[in-house]
T-cell receptor, first 116, second 113 residues
Framework: NAGVTQTPKFQVLKTGQSMTLQCAQDMNHEYMSWYRQDPGMGLRLIHYSVGAGITDQGEVPNGYNVSRSTTEDFPLRLLSAAPSQTSVYFC???????????????FGPGTRLTVL | KQEVTQIPAALSVPEGENLVLNCSFTDSAIYNLQWFRQDPGKGLTSLLLIQSSQREQTSGRLNASLDKSSGRSTLYIAASQPGDSATYLCAVLRKTSYDKVIFGPGTSLSVIP
C-alpha cells in the first residue's frame, strides 16, 4: 500500500491565485481530513470527511473548499490564495470515527505552500 | 472547549536515558488518545493509540498510559537513542465532537550521543 499520498510537495503561489492540493489513500478509509501546521499554532483542522459525499468544516475552514466524490480522494482547494495561507498542509485518513474502530490516523508527507 | 497541552516544550537527554513526555487535556470525555512522532520536514507517524477503556499501550521501547480522570497521558521511552530525536505530539478524539481530533503543540526531543 502507498498509504496517504499528497501532491505537490512544494508550491509557491501569488496572492489571488487558486490551486488544488491533492490527497489520496489506498487503505479504503472512510475518514479523511486536512490540517495546516504553523509554528506556535500546532496542527489545526481545516475540513474533514466521514465518507464519500460527506464533508464538514473544522476549526479554520475559511478560504478553503473540499469535496469527496470517491473514497480514495479528498482534494483541498484554495479559492484565492492569501499570504496568511502560507503553511504546511497535511492530509490524514483513518478507518472510522466511531471510537469502536482503531481510529489510528495515517498522515501524508505534507505540502509546503508559500503565498507571496 | 477541549485543550491539549504538552510539557515540556523541548527536552534534551543523553543517549541511554529513560524519559517521560507529558500530555494533558481538559475534557475527560474522549474516545481515544494517540501519540505521534514527527521528524523535521516530514509528516506524522502514529506510535500508539489508547482507547478510552484502556489504561496503557506498549510498543517496543515505548509505553503510553492514560488517566482520564486526571486528564493526563504519559509517553515513556526506555533506553533512548539518537534516532528517537523528533517532535512528539499527542492528540485526543473527543466524544462531544467525535469527528474531530485535537492536537497538542508537541515536545521536541533531542537525544545526545
Amino acid at each position: 500500500n502507498a498509504g496517504v499520498t499528497q501532491t505537490p510537495k512544494f508550491q509557491v503561489l501569488k496572492t489571488g491565485q487558486s490551486m488544488t492540493l491533492q490527497c489520496a489513500q489506498d487503505m479504503n478509509h472512510e475518514y479523511m481530513s486536512w490540517y495546516r501546521q504553523d509554528p506556535g499554532m500546532g496542527l489545526r483542522l481545516i475540513h474533514y470527511s466521514v465518507g464519500a459525499g460527506i464533508t464538514d468544516q473544522g476549526e479554520v475552514p475559511n478560504g478553503y473548499n473540499v469535496s469527496r466524490s470517491t473514497t480514495e480522494d479528498f482534494p483541498l482547494r484554495l479559492l484565492s490564495a492569501a499570504p496568511s495561507q502560507t503553511s504546511v498542509y497535511f492530509c490524514a485518513s483513518s478507518l472510522g470515527t466511531s471510537g469502536r474502530s482503531t481510529d489510528t490516523q495515517y498522515f501524508g508527507p505534507g505540502t509546503r505552500l508559500t503565498v507571496l | 472547549k477541549q485543550e491539549v497541552t504538552q510539557i515540556p516544550a523541548a527536552l534534551s537527554v543523553p543517549e541511554g536515558e529513560n524519559l517521560v513526555l507529558n500530555c494533558s487535556f481538559t475534557d475527560s470525555a474522549i474516545y481515544n488518545l494517540q501519540w505521534f512522532r514527527q521528524d523535521p520536514g516530514k509528516g506524522l507517524t502514529s506510535l500508539l493509540l489508547i482507547q478510552s477503556s484502556q489504561r496503557e499501550q506498549t510498543s517496543g521501547r515505548l509505553n503510553a498510559s492514560l488517566d482520564k480522570s486526571s486528564g493526563r497521558s504519559t509517553l515513556y521511552i526506555a533506553a533512548s537513542q539518537p534516532g528517537d530525536s523528533a517532535t512528539y505530539l499527542c492528540a485526543v478524539l473527543r466524544k462531544t465532537s467525535y469527528d474531530k481530533v485535537i492536537f497538542g503543540p508537541g515536545t521536541s526531543l533531542s537525544v545526545i550521543p
